[in-house]
């Protein structure tokens, strides 16, 4: 079973960055794909930033897309989501989720998940 905790959400204005955090459980976190997902009120969970086990690969939506930027350190079982020129529709519930030695492209078939942290952006 792994666990997840998400840190570092808040409240920013327009423009504004946030680093969001989540720590892993997992004794092998190395050999788990990394993703961020989040959920804005009224709206289905979306894929926000993946990064692949082994060779850290990264794949972005195109709304996050150079503007956000996912990374790991597995000696901290931790994978951030710097998040730059933010924008209020970035406002949302975001969620970390791992699978194990997952595709980094494929979106679906998460095993686990946070509890989630808000960002919220105001205009």
């Known amino acids: 079973q792994v666990q997840l905790v998400e840190s570092g959400g808040g409240l920013v204005q327009t423009g504004g960055s946030l680093r969001l955090s989540c720590r892993a459980s997992?004794?092998?976190?190395?050999?788990?794909?990394m993703s961020w997902f989040r959920q804005a009120p009224g709206k289905e969970r979306e894929f926000v930033a993946a990064?692949?086990?082994?060779?850290?690969?990264?794949y972005y939506a195109d709304s996050v897309k150079g503007r956000f930027t996912i990374s790991r350190e597995n000696a901290k079982n931790t994978v951030y989501l710097q998040m730059n020129s933010l924008k209020p529709e970035d406002t949302a519930l975001y969620y970390c989720a791992a699978k194990y030695r997952g595709h980094v492209y494929y979106t679906e078939g998460y095993d686990y998940w946070g509890q989630g942290t808000q960002v919220s952006v105001s205009s």
């Open positions: 990064i692949s086990w082994l060779v850290g690969s990264t």
């Open positions: 997992a004794p092998t976190f190395s050999m788990y794909t």
